[in-house]
């Protein structure tokens, strides 16, 4: 009903002529249906053609001929041609198809069988043959008939072989195929040539002046009137349409590929008998162990061991003739250097106070470097080697052009909203819409995106306000200077009133299906280079920013294309990154400062948001260190409690408490702990290295458990031993350390090498924590050896004057000495020791214990190489809520560049093949093979074909474009750049390259001219291959 009435209005407009009095047209060769242009049109309000049934007229314009030479070569015959098009109808076709001139420049064939089709459909002499004027308006006072809307005939050979040509040729900034953007919001995989060609003849695309239906016959089809269908040879995108042209290259045409590289083979899995490989080693090696075993215990009992009698216990006791060279070497050694332990300990035991006073003026020596203490939490530095090749190809990007953006992330979700069924524009096919895409939760959205946007932040260096705008990245600067914004409200630029807007009726008929923002959204998810959707909503898909926002990137939890699906939006925000310019980074932190406080405090009910900005780690790993300080602090509380109760020697609660317990004793070795930490920082300062969190955190964990397990070997040596006659305290100190410091300098020193070696390690975090905790730990064990012998020979001193613990200034109270009993000692040489050796359980925990090592080993084989981010969060981080959304819906990946190191020579015309992807390129230039490896995202993780500023920047030369407004021109007078958006007389301007290298590539010396110019330009409409949103920081120039 919509659509009679539509008509009826339609009809009043105009005057119909056809069949007032009989069919009106004559349709022979030799004829046109319209030529030159008369007014606009009363529909549309562009300037349509006007109507004339008769013979072609010479084309006898300079600028009307040379446009013609330029386009539609095969219709410029002879000096004066005969065309159905005035000189004002090919500028026209020239404007009108700039645009799709520049995106299929890339593939010879298709640009000359789309403009085949165009320009004999415009100027055919022979128009008449294939065009029918359905519908016109007589203008009577102006003496002309306008075209309002014609009926095209093509042969569906001519035109599949038109649109096969060309559905795949490659839009580089956007590494997605250009018919996906003119096919009215269907995608390329969706798109057919009806529908290609159905969009081009409709005004609703913004640039047709007047209706065109494209009817596809096949060829022999009999059409009334005379018609007949136009049917063009085609040339197949992979030949060349000329013998100066180059054929389209294998990414535009995938007939032009070669075989197709295959994914290398995937190693088979390693197995042995249908079994994992290392499984069934570690099963045979290990039941091999235990039969052998098992037999030789056997045989040991049943025929090697005798009864046992005297003699046999007397031949179980070693003898000299026993102890082999190695074993006595050691003998001597340890005998040696318990000779010197005990000389150190008598020496400290003499002198206590001395030694004290040396130990800490060597630690405050070594502490005072903490000074220069750097402390680097930029997880970068942390977990990435210094030679890594990773690290060295960041650097040498972030040093030759701009550093990526530094970003700041918001996912939110609708729990509060449910799905909703719609039914849309223009049949009312019903289409399910997620929680994400409800109306009342977008404008809440666009609440909190313009909060972020326009906030303003104080930033005290410079004692002033910043705000998004002052640092975030503008493609389009300094034309448009609005900020990236990836998000699903680009689609209406960002506009509350946009997001409202319904549009029930068209021309004043009520339409049947209004069309709302969600029409408008399912166009632009397929669109997004859209500056005009086709449904009656009529509005851009481009962002604010003049730029394309992609579904993928700003939308979550849809399955394979169905974008309106969607249960989360994703809000990214770019902010500029620079590397040697901190005061400018300094600002962006102080802004993701704010964003991160705003976010984390956005009171609304109506959403569930995670949240991430480039800081985010560096923060969590700094507020994780503050929060572990009381973990460190209780610990070192714990294990001085324990310390105090186990070296003291408390049997029983009267007046010997206070006297008996080591309160002083365990509080100076728990500090001599930390001095031999912070000594080792010191001197790492003093080095420059380098500390991290994970040193302040861990190490003294590690110095507690290594220092207390010190504390105790030699405190309870002591305690067990008893004092010789006429031996004095100080000689059984020094006698117990040279019993037991060989073995305290073996273990440190064990430990401390363990350490040292790991400090081979690449990783920087690894390798700092290796090299402080090596160094801690001979300082820790220094510092028993002396300082904690001086305090325990003036604890033990005190003890026995029966003074009080902590309060020794008060008077002894009594001398009695106490009776040492350990209960762990007796249970240990009692009970323990006894079973463990026993002749049963012995087989019983080796057997087990190569079990266990059996299995490590097989579990060794399964670990899995990588550090995630998320595992150095904890565990009450904003971080990991964001990383589990990310995971959750994202559904497209980091970036990846691919740099060409400087000294390449692009002006090179074989250098240029080695690396561009467009026609004349080499097949296996480096462009190519990332295709080839995006075609297989599923092994290479590439998603998407690269984006290619080389290619871009041949199609900004060609002048083939157009001769009216080519990309690339200069004033004629100056020699000087002349924008293609120059709004002056166009004549004052010619292109960059002449015609006559039409198809051809630059000179060395033109591509090295005219490459700065490029750089410098921004896309506009009618030239999409500008630089500077796309490609400036693709160069670094030498």
């Known amino acids: 009903m919509a659509r009679l009435l539509l008509f009826v209005v339609f009809c009043w407009l105009v005057n ?73 109808q090919l500028q026209t076709l020239q404007e009108s198809t700039a645009f799709t001139q520049q995106a299929f420049a890339r593939c010879p064939a298709c640009l000359r069988n789309f403009m085949e089709l165009y320009c004999n459909a415009t100027c055919s002499p022979h128009q008449s043959l294939f065009v029918n004027a359905t519908v016109l308006n007589e203008v009577p006072e102006e003496n002309y008939t306008q075209i309002i809307e014609v009926d095209e005939y093509f042969s569906k050979r001519f035109a599949y072989g038109a649109f096969y040509s060309c559905n795949e040729v490659l839009f580089p900034s956007t590494n997605s195929p250009v018919i996906g953007l003119m096919c009215g919001g269907k995608t390329a995989e969706e798109c057919t040539p009806e529908d290609w060609l159905e969009y081009m003849g409709s005004t609703s695309n913004g640039i047709t002046p007047f209706d065109i239906n494209y009817i596809l016959v096949e060829n022999g089809t009999e059409l009334p009137h005379n018609l007949e269908a136009l049917d063009m040879p085609i040339v197949p995108c992979n030949q060349a349409p000329t013998e100066d042209a180059y054929a389209c290259s294998c990414q535009d045409c995938s007939i032009a590929c070669a075989e197709t590289p ?77 000779e010197i332990f005990r000389r150190w300990g008598v020496f400290v035991s003499n002198n206590p106070i001395k030694v004290i006073v040396v130990a800490l003026l060597f630690v405050t020596l070594c502490s005072l470097g903490n000074i220069f203490i750097i402390v680097t939490v930029d997880p970068i530095d942390l977990w990435v080697a210094d030679g890594s090749r990773c690290l060295e190809e960041k650097n040498y990007f972030d040093r030759h052009f701009q550093p990526f953006w530094r970003v700041s992330q918001v996912i939110i979700t609708a729990p509060n909203h449910n799905d909703t069924v719609y039914p849309t524009w223009p049949d009312g096919v019903h289409e399910n819409f997620g929680s994400a895409l409800d109306k009342e939760f977008l404008h809440q959205v666009l609440v909190l995106q313009d909060h972020l946007n326009f906030m303003k932040v104080f930033h005290e260096p410079d004692e002033d306000y910043i705000t998004f705008e002052d640092i975030c990245y503008k493609p389009m600067e300094p034309d448009n200077m609005y900020c990236t914004i990836q998000s699903p409200l680009q689609y209406y630029q960002n506009s509350h009133a946009l997001l409202d807007k319904v549009v029930d009726e068209q021309m004043g008929v009520k339409l049947d299906y209004p069309a709302d923002y969600r029409d408008h959204f399912l166009y632009c998810v397929k669109a997004p280079n859209s500056v005009q959707c086709t449904t009656p909503f009529e509005e851009s898909c481009m962002g604010a920013y003049e730029g394309p926002n992609y579904a993928y990137t700003c939308l979550g939890g849809f399955e394979d294309d169905n974008y309106n699906n969607a249960t989360a939006i994703l809000l990214t925000f770019l902010n500029d990154n620079y590397v040697d310019n901190d005061e400018i980074v300094d600002r962006v932190k102080t802004w993701e400062t704010a964003f991160l406080d705003v976010v984390s405090t956005w009171n609304n009910t109506n959403m569930s948001m ?119 305290r100080e000689e059984h100190v020094g006698r117990v350390l040279g019993e037991v410091g060989p073995s305290m300098m073996l273990c440190s020193l064990t430990e401390s090498v363990a350490f040292f070696i790991g400090a081979l390690t690449t990783m920087p975090a690894v390798q700092t924590f290796a090299l402080y905790a090596g160094l801690a730990v001979l300082f820790d064990f220094m510092l028993l050896v002396s300082a904690f012998i001086a305090l325990i020979i003036l604890d033990l001193r005190r003890q026995e004057a029966g003074r009080y613990d902590i309060c020794c200034c008060i008077p002894p109270q009594t001398k009695e000495q106490p009776e040492h009993k350990e209960l762990l000692h007796s249970f240990m040489s009692k009970y323990f020791a006894p079973f463990l050796v026993n002749k049963w359980v012995r087989p019983i925990v080796i057997i087990c214990f190569v079990g266990f090592f059996c299995a490590c080993c097989v579990w060794t084989t399964k670990l899995q190489i990588g550090l995630d ?63 080839f490896a995006a075609q297989d995202p599923e092994y290479t993780t590439i998603a998407l074909p690269t984006m290619s500023w080389l290619d871009d920047y041949f199609d900004w030369l060609l002048p083939s474009f157009t001769l009216f407004r080519p990309c690339c021109r200069e004033f004629i007078a100056t020699g000087e750049f002349c924008p293609a958006d120059f709004d002056g007389n166009q004549l004052q301007c010619q292109s960059c390259l002449s015609t006559d290298q039409r198809g051809q590539r630059p000179t060395p010396s033109q591509f090295d001219e005219y490459l700065p110019w490029f750089l410098e330009d921004n896309p506009n409409i009618y030239c999409a291959k500008g630089s500077v949103s796309k490609h400036f920081n693709s160069f670094f120039a030498t």
């Open 869 to 931: 981010a998320s595992l150095s969060m904890p565990r009450d981080s904003y971080v990991l809520d964001f990383f589990q959304d990310l995971g959750a819906y994202l559904s497209v990946g980091s970036p990846v560049y691919f740099v060409v190191a400087h000294g390449y020579n692009y002006s090179n015309i074989p250098d240029q093949n080695r690396i561009c992807g467009g026609a004349g390129c080499n097949p296996d230039s480096l462009t190519q093979q990332i295709y």
């Open 262 to 338: 295959s994914r290398p083979p995937e190693p088979e899995p390693w197995e042995i008998a249908g079994m994992d490989a290392a499984l069934f080693i570690m099963l045979m090696a290990f039941c091999g162990f235990v039969v052998v075993y098992i037999g030789l215990l056997i045989f040991y009992y049943a025929v090697v061991k005798k009864p046992e009698d005297a003699e046999d216990k007397k031949r179980d006791m070693l003898t000299e003739d026993d102890v082999n060279c190695v074993e006595n070497a050691g003998f001597v050694m340890h005998k040696y250097l318990g």
């Open 16 to 88: 119909i002529q056809v069949g007032v009095s009989g069919y009106p047209h004559i349709h022979e060769e030799g004829r046109c249906m319209w030529y030159g242009q008369c007014g606009d049109s009363p529909l549309t309000g562009k300037t349509v053609n006007c109507y004339h049934n008769g013979p072609p007229k010479p084309l006898t314009e300079p600028l009307g001929k040379s446009i013609l030479s330029d386009l539609c070569p095969e219709l410029d015959i002879g000096d004066d041609p005969l065309t159905c098009c005035s000189s004002d």
């Open 610 to 728: 995670s949240y991430y900005a480039e800081r985010s780690i560096e923060d969590e790993l700094i507020r994780a260190s503050q929060a572990d300080i009381l973990t460190i602090v209780l610990s070192y509380v714990f294990i001085f409690c324990y310390i105090t109760i186990a070296l003291g020697e408390i049997y029983r609660c009267d007046r010997r408490l206070l006297i008996d317990s080591k309160v002083t004793l365990g509080l100076g070795g728990i500090l001599l702990i930390l001095c031999s930490v912070f000594a080792a920082m010191g001197i790492y300062a003093y080095l420059g290295v380098q500390t991290t969190l994970i040193i302040i955190e861990v190490v003294p964990f590690l110095l507690l458990a290594v220092g207390a397990d010190m504390m105790f070997i030699f405190v309870l040596d002591y305690q067990r031993t008893t004092r010789g006659e006429n031996e004095t």
